[in-house]
């Protein structure tokens, strides 16, 4: 079955999609979770193309299309349903989704175990399509539909205003990576103060978390000279945090300043109560606190204005969008609540990352330092490569005899939970002859979200190796080529001036649905490979484009000129003016952000939700009765 979509509109309350079909295929959209499917309306057009049609208004008899997620698919014929072997046959792309399924319904720490997936017996595994028996995968998009999705979102207002049932289009991939689009019917009320959600139970948890911190830093004096080092999302040190504070402790800066480091990781299941007050207890009693990643707890709290937060975040820079880059798409932060909103300062690579990570962390370009990433203070003196190169040639012997590739992608999904990677975008089998006919050795180092490892059998294992465990920084210097996709993993290796090779066969999947803040064909400081083909063929023939990186790629590790630890202690702890770190305000120096704290806007923020409420009713007061 195929269905090719051309165009997709709204008139009035008529949602209409223009299609075509080689086999009479004809569109319907079903809700998974009512398992209800809901048909249009099919009229004929000119040159072979049929319009469907729903009025939404009537989408559900003399009531409007339910609020959930609608998804744009086909039925699966009745004739597929009577056995296992007839449905694959009809549709050669339902075994992922049935093995995807299957793997779900088991514990998550079976879910990646194929004996326990294999007692799942055939008609069992057809009852669950049978429970759900529609399939996205013979739909297609024009690119026009997809590129056009973010002017597609409709608004449907009621109740004078004070009601609202909108449709939102939202791209995804199914299991065999193709895209789908659902859409997203919803209803919302006005909230009249944003800034504080109505009956929402996380709203109540930031109200007591809150409440609970003003009473620790009311109780518990703040130490001047304490510095936190706090991680919430594992349980040791990044590399950043572990250089900085091991510059801190060279210079003799724990003689003079309490250096404290709390990690812990609040994804990893239900969290004990005790640890969320002991992270309040150490901002409370903090002057200086470091932070690497998004660090829940300040979603909940403002530190104060005695306080200085600072992001020195991991990466330097890449392709896929992360924070407020982000906002509106699944995941994207709080607009008013938000950890990123209340950092004092935030490390970047080099001046020209500014504009990037503003964007990203919801802060003006003044609260961004150009320091350089510290991790990378040490990265190319002679002495630290030629130790790692013997570390990692002992270790792996064969790293001597021939070129060696090192995968490093990024993962898909929206966070550390729903972490993956799509291997089925590599046959193995191919991938392993080119490695014996060019002598090369292929390396996967994989994110370490994803649970899932790649599946390496015994035939290839000569060859291609799993090294997720290993330091992707060591993998580096014994790398002569590195392959990765979104992931900002190239910003160190550049350092080294060896090739990079960009492999995105899902670049049109991801950018709709990850989001990407800059284009990879444009940035991109290597050749691009979109097809498992086109990247086969550039490792073989070694085909590297050299390309000169944009100024953003390089950091500041380049110049040589001192360490970016010392950069940001002396700006941070010290108050120094070190040059090119601030961002020069009309050539009188470097401007100072003020984090404007919950305490001193309190007032400000309750003038202007009032200002608005009573705006709000005034316009609510002159409505048409119409409206109603």
């Known amino acids: 079955m195929s269905l090719d979509v051309h165009q997709i509109r709204w008139r009035s309350s008529y949602l209409e999609i223009d299609y075509s079909s080689r086999d009479g295929g004809v569109p319907w959209l079903y809700c998974v979770g009512r398992r209800q499917f809901v048909p249009f309306e099919i009229v004929g057009l000119e040159s072979g193309v049929r319009r469907a049609r729903l009025n939404l208004v009537l989408g559900d008899g003399r009531e409007v299309l339910p609020g959930g997620q609608w998804i744009i698919c086909e039925k699966i014929k009745e004739s597929a349903l009577f056995s296992l072997q007839a449905l694959y046959a009809e549709y050669p792309l339902m075994p992922q989704r049935v093995d995807y399924d299957v793997r779900h319904l088991l514990p998550p720490e079976l879910r990646d175990d194929d004996e326990a997936v294999a007692q799942y017996t055939d008609e069992e595994r057809l009852e669950l399509v049978a429970r759900h028996p529609y399939v996205t995968s013979g739909v297609t ?48 009320q006005r909230n009249k103060t944003p800034r504080h959600r109505q009956r929402s139970r996380r709203q109540m948890q930031k109200d007591v978390f809150a409440a609970t911190y003003s009473v620790m830093t009311k109780l518990v004096p703040r130490k001047r000279n ?42 990893a299941g239900r969290q004990n109560i005790v640890a969320w007050l002991r992270d309040l207890f150490e901002i409370a009693r903090s002057r200086y606190v470091f932070i690497d990643d998004y660090t829940p707890v300040f979603d909940f709290i403002d530190p104060g204005e005695d306080v200085t937060l600072t992001q020195i975040w991991h990466a330097g820079v890449g392709f896929k969008s992360v924070g407020y880059a982000r906002f509106g798409l699944k995941g994207s932060p709080d607009p008013y609540n938000s950890a990123h909103r209340r950092y004092t300062y935030a490390l970047v690579g080099n001046e020209h990352l500014r504009r990037i990570y503003s964007e990203v962390f919801g802060i003006e370009e003044e609260a961004l330092l150009a320091t350089g990433m510290p991790r990378l203070d040490h990265f190319l003196d002679e002495k630290v490569e030629k130790e790692y190169r013997e570390e990692m040639a002992d270790k792996f012997p064969w790293s001597a005899k021939g070129r060696v590739i090192v995968f490093a992608p990024t993962f898909r999904g929206t966070g550390q939970r729903t972490a993956y990677y799509p291997y089925d975008e590599i046959d193995m089998d191919r991938l392993y002859r080119m490695c014996v006919e060019t002598d090369t050795y292929f390396v996967f180092e994989m994110h370490h ?5 790649p599946d390496i059998s015994a035939e290839y294992a000569d060859r291609i190796f799993d090294l997720s465990d290993e330091s992707l920084t060591k993998l580096f210097f014994i790398a002569d080529v590195l392959v990765t996709d979104y992931s900002s993993c190239f910003y160190d290796y550049l350092l080294l001036k060896k090739p990079v090779v960009f492999f995105v066969p ?23 490979c979109d097809t498992f083909d086109e990247f086969l063929d550039v490792l073989r023939t070694r085909h590297y484009e050299t390309v000169s990186p944009h100024p953003s790629s390089i950091d500041r590790a380049a110049e040589r000129s001192g360490l970016a630890s010392d950069r940001a202690i002396d700006t941070i702890i010290y108050g120094k003016d070190v040059p090119g770190v601030r961002k020069q305000a009309s050539g009188k120096g470097g401007a ?4 404007q704290s919950d305490k001193s806007a309190k007032s400000e923020r309750k003038a ?21």
């Not at 539909?145 to 995804?172: C, H, M």
């Not at 444009?522 to 691009?528: R, S």
């Open 506 to 528: 899902d670049k049109t999947a991801y950018s709709l649905i990850r989001g990407v803040q800059r284009s990879i064909d444009e940035m991109a400081p290597g050749v691009v």
């Open 141 to 188: 998009y024009d690119d026009e539909v997809l590129e056009r999705l973010d002017n597609l979102d409709r608004v449907f207002r009621y109740g004078k205003n004070s009601y609202a049932y909108t449709g939102v289009f939202v791209p995804k991939t199914n299991r065999a990576g193709l895209i789908y689009l659902a859409l997203h019917m919803q209803f919302f």
């Open 449 to 453: 979200f994803i649970r899932k490892r």
């Open 592 to 595: 100072v952000p003020v984090r």
């Open 226 to 267: 304490r510095i936190l080092f706090l991680k919430e999302n594992g349980e040791g040190p990044t590399e950043n945090m572990e250089a900085l504070q091991s510059r801190m402790i060279e210079r003799g800066m724990d003689k003079r300043f309490d250096i404290r480091a709390r990690y812990r990781n609040v994804f």
């Open 608 to 628: 202007k939700e009032l200002l608005d409420s009573k705006v709000a009713d005034k316009d609510t007061k002159s409505a048409s009765d119409e409206e109603e």
